[in-house]
């Protein structure tokens, strides 16, 4: 009976300490998603001297420096332009996508190459703060990146502008107009079919649909870019050529030539628009920043480009060759990463991601030439959405709201001017075929 007592005593014991044990890593495992979420819910970072409204320009740059990445501090110490200081604010995500990072945690591990994960279905993979001891800590910040909450599961620029400008002379010389489509086919959180939409015969993750709508010259190009679920293989991508009315599928390097003419790299879009396999990826450190972040609506805007029925406008451009957005800057929490080509001939040698550690958007990032040389720095607004357009309020996307890329050895810029719609009645799965480009285009 003695033996049967404390038989009884000891698994109660045993069961107390489990459930303690499991409470106290319950604890601990929301600490860790609290903390990616929300970085600013304790403490709200700051910097001596930095106040909101404050003009940085190259009379007080220098004060700044520290938390002013190198190739904008050096546009500012120029005089090529300046940054005006907003407030710190929280862009919080959307709560499915919070959920979806909480389920998955602990779960997600990366394979023995680069490119190979396992375990994820939705959410952030490695909410957990990177540390210079792991050697693959640049490669999982990476995957946030990859699988975050960039567009929500679909969205819309619908129109998009892009301004190719002389940097000396300040004259646009050319203005193309676009439409741009993204849609997510795995790891959906919030639009319907959740998690995945069906069928998916190719087991893409990912697609990008791009159409032309001016000038005449290039009108109705379209580009069609199919990335699958498996790093490992290489995107599908087509072009549409309105004025030879034929498709025609893009080779590997295509992507990293000038598109339409303009600054960009099709790899540029969005800050990196490629396969993780792609590159090797370090982590550099965790800073606190200056980056692009402002509410659209309490901005001066653009009343020129665009004006439509609802009365939207886009942001304004100014400084050196007008190739600087006008908005404000805040100081946050960013994740320096350096991303080297794997491929040897590749046009970079590198680029330096300065990726935010709230919504895993890349809002600044620098490339360098084959020779190490600073060649070009691109700068991506982002808007809270629930300071844009009614309905993008409550989408907890952080919307692209302008772009910036300068070329500084040609002493050229392509900028961006967006109306980002989260609807996804504007972006259907029928859009993302060759089929469309073909009917679209005849």
Not at 48 to 76: C, R, T
Request: hydrophobic content about 35%.
């Amino acid at each position: 009976m003695k033996k049967l007592i404390s038989g009884i005593k000891l698994s109660i014991a045993t069961t107390l300490i489990s459930s303690a044990l499991m409470a106290t890593t319950a604890l601990a495992d929301d600490k860790v998603i609290q903390e990616s979420f929300f970085p600013y819910a304790e403490n709200t970072p700051s910097f001596e001297g930095l106040a909101k409204g404050l003009v940085i320009d190259k009379s007080n740059v220098a004060q700044f420096k520290d938390v002013i990445d190198p190739a904008f501090y050096s546009f500012i110490e120029k005089g090529l332009t300046s940054i005006v200081v907003g407030e710190t604010t929280s862009l919080a995500l959307h709560q499915s996508y919070i959920d979806a990072s909480t389920e998955g945690y602990g779960k997600v591990t990366l394979g023995e190459k680069v490119g190979e994960i396992s375990g994820w279905d939705a959410g952030r993979p490695f909410p957990a703060e990177p540390s210079n001891d792991d050697p693959r800590a640049g490669e999982k910040l990476a995957w946030n990146y990859k699988y975050g909450y960039n567009w929500g599961d679909s969205a819309a620029i619908y129109p998009f502008y892009w301004k190719y400008r002389d940097m000396g002379s300040a004259k646009v010389e050319r203005t193309i107009k676009f439409n741009f489509h993204f849609l997510n086919f795995k790891g959906r959180v919030n639009q319907q079919p959740t998690p995945e939409i069906t069928p998916n015969p190719s087991d893409l993750f990912r697609s990008i649909y791009v159409q032309v709508l001016a000038p005449d010259d290039v009108r109705n190009t379209q580009l069609l870019i199919h990335r699958a679920a498996d790093d490992l293989k290489r995107d599908n991508s087509w072009l549409y050529l309105g004025f030879q009315r034929r498709v025609r599928r893009l080779a590997t390097g295509q992507v990293t030539d000038a598109f339409l003419g303009s600054d960009l790299m099709i790899e540029d879009f969005e800050g990196y628009n490629g396969r993780i396999s792609d590159m090797n990826w370090e982590y550099k450190a965790t800073r606190y920043m200056l980056m692009p972040f402002f509410n659209h609506n309490e901005l001066t805007l653009d009343t020129e480009t665009h004006s439509d029925d609802d009365g939207y406008q886009v942001v304004a451009f100014s400084g050196q060759g007008g190739c600087f957005p006008n908005i404000t800057w805040q100081l946050r929490k960013v994740y320096e990463v350096e991303a080297n080509p794997v491929n040897d001939s590749h046009p970079i040698s590198k680029r330096v991601h300065f990726m935010d550690a709230q919504t895993f958007t890349i809002p600044r990032t620098i490339s360098y030439d084959r020779k190490g040389t600073m060649w070009k720095t691109f700068t991506i607004g982002q808007s809270d959405p629930d300071h844009h357009l009614p309905a993008n309020k409550g989408s907890g996307v952080s919307i692209d709201d302008a772009f910036s890329m300068i070329d500084v050895q040609a002493n050229h810029c392509t900028t961006g001017q967006f109306k980002g719609q989260v609807d996804p009645e504007l972006t259907t799965p029928s859009m993302f075929s060759v089929q469309h480009l073909r009917a679209t285009g005849s």
